[in-house]
């Protein structure tokens, strides 16, 4: 597996953009490719696509952590070169898409035989749960569920490996116990202190970041 931040914050690529929001991209075994939110604006991401050799047009799927606009910015950007992805959104998501499938996402979904949506926790965001050799990698938008609720619902499809993105305002630091990866991303208030604590699982994040797994 490897996933690539395209949006971020933060910078791990020179001449990269850099904006408040996040998007990724995920590329698993025998799975389209995921592109995992779509940061706040879609030249900033369309650029850093561009910049990293990404083709918008083979994306295969689009998945929309929540409905807040850092997350969603670059949707139309994409959806206007890409006729074909299939998406997903929470329940609680308001656009609307036509032309294509649309997977309206409330409970736990299985996005293929790797790739899992944790479902809409709390009524407000998904979550995906990656199955690597390793145990599962967590992807998050910006955890307002709780990471604890994120990993526990992660944990019913294996042994959670990492989690990668938005970490917010949490704080319960020992519910990182365990994980052999941690990428903190885009809104996560306490970097700083999670790296303090877990200096060799830490992984600094940002457009450009290369993750291989």
């Known amino acids: 597996m490897k996933i690539t931040i395209i949006y971020d914050n ?17 590329e698993v075994e025998n799975t389209p490719v995921i592109l995992f939110d779509t940061g706040n604006d879609s ?9 990293l050799g990404i083709d918008p047009a083979h994306i295969g799927i689009i998945v929309i952590s929540h409905a807040h606009g850092d997350h969603t910015g670059g949707l139309s950007g994409i959806l206007a070169i890409n006729s074909q992805a299939k998406v997903y959104l929470t329940a609680s998501t308001s656009h609307r898409i036509t032309g294509r499938e649309v997977v ?15 479902g809409e926790l709390r009524g407000i965001e998904q979550s ?5 050799t390793r145990g599962i990698v967590v992807v998050t938008g910006c955890s307002h569920p709780g ?6 619902a992660a ?13 917010h305002g949490f704080r319960d630091f020992k519910r990182l116990d365990g994980l052999s990866l941690i990428c903190p991303c885009h809104c996560t208030t306490y970097k700083a ?7 060799q699982q830490y992984t600094a994040c940002g457009a450009g970041l290369e993750l291989e797994l």
């Open 10 to 26: 933060c910078l791990a690529k020179a001449g990269l953009n850099t904006g408040w929001g996040f998007s990724a991209l995920i």
């Open 43 to 51: 030249v900033s991401l369309l650029d850093n696509m561009k910049q």
């Open 104 to 118: 309206t996402v409330s409970r736990p979904v299985r996005i293929s035989e790797s790739v899992m949506s944790t």
């Open 128 to 132: 995906l749960a990656i199955k690597t």
């Open 147 to 152: 990471v604890g609720e994120i990993i526990d």
């Open 155 to 167: 944990s019913g499809y294996g042994k959670v490996y990492g989690i990668i993105g938005g970490l």
């Open 193 to 199: 202190e999670i790296k303090d604590l877990f200096p």
